[in-house]
């Protein structure tokens, strides 16, 4: 039977046994990190999975011919928030690495349609993220996909999301809402009400979009708290909406590249192009300087 299939209850024979040429395999990749006082450790998680489980459903009703491999989340992810307890972060490179033989793994079983849903913002993580999808496909051919790296950076890339009035009005007049703030609290309402503690008695922290390139500053802001926004403002029904919107986005994504056409707008950050943002940066940088130096030696001894 087609649909959605969980990774940890098949067989190796019954994953074998896959027509893999319909099978798309998709993984959470999101910190286990604070998010405020009024926010659990989870919530990157938690909302990269309700993500994945909505557009799964999606997918499904679109391909009925198709299997979807859902993966456990991996609490693997590059982060910048501090030094709290609870938060698992790890080095951009590191991120790259278990993202590159993961999908190493997943080729290996022969699929050839895997999404990754990086459901955390920090533009390093995107880029490692992106980089490991970007050395499989030239391996292989195109069949690793990351698509919210686009949309994190929507703007930039002049991507029309749809917003709906009320998400669209609520970012008009509260735009600098970055962590734990009323855009993550709303999903968190409507996804899980129950682990959302006192939001409406915690303060703002004004943070500008300009001051998130400088992590000691915004340290210095909201220490004692950890969040970066105004949670007072979230809404329930705003938190379906926003879910909603990420579920149609990731859902004209992930059919454009199931497809092959149309995929490549979405499949990096605006900050990929950036050389000194990538992971092996310095290393490329190096080796440069000491082939200039070697080449200058040469000329020198001549």
Not at 238 to 243: C, F, H, R, S
Request: hydrophobic residues 45%; glycine residues 8%; neutral net charge.
């Amino acid at each position: 039977m087609n649909g959605e299939k969980k990774i940890l209850e098949l067989t190796w024979k019954e994953v074998e046994a896959l027509a893999k040429e319909k099978t798309v395999l998709l993984v959470t990749l999101a910190p286990i990190e604070e998010h405020g006082l009024h926010l659990p450790l989870g919530v990157d998680i938690v909302e990269g999975k309700k993500w994945e489980g909505d557009l799964v459903r999606r997918l499904v009703s679109k391909y009925p011919d198709y299997y979807f491999l859902v993966m456990p989340a991996l609490p693997i992810a590059h982060g910048c928030i501090g030094q709290y307890p609870g938060n698992l972060h790890f080095s951009q490179r590191t991120v790259r690495t278990v993202v590159l033989e993961s999908l190493q793994s997943f080729v290996g079983w022969g699929i050839r349609n895997i999404v990754l849903i990086a459901s955390h913002g920090n533009p390093r993580f995107q880029i490692a993220v992106e980089e490991a999808c970007q050395k499989i496909n030239r391996k292989y051919g195109v069949c690793a996909f990351s698509p919210l790296g686009a949309f994190f950076s929507y703007k930039e890339l002049k991507l029309d999301l749809k917003f709906p009035p009320g998400m669209a009005k609520k970012l008009e007049a509260y735009p600098d809402d970055f962590h734990a703030g009323w855009i993550e609290t709303s999903m968190m309402l409507d996804i899980a009400e129950e682990t959302v503690g006192d939001y409406l008695r915690q303060p703002d922290t004004a943070v500008k979009e300009k001051e998130m390139m400088f992590p000691k500053k915004v340290e210095k802001k909201i220490a004692g708290f950890g969040h970066i926004g105004l949670p007072r403002k979230a809404e329930k029904s705003l938190g379906k909406e926003i879910n909603e919107n990420m579920a149609e986005y990731l859902f004209e994504a992930v059919s454009s590249f199931l497809d092959r056409q149309g995929y490549e707008k979405f499949q990096h950050h605006f900050l990929y192009r950036i050389p000194f943002l990538r992971t092996f940066f310095l290393r490329v940088l190096a080796a440069a300087l000491l082939g200039i130096l070697a080449l200058l030696t040469v000329i020198f001894l001549l």
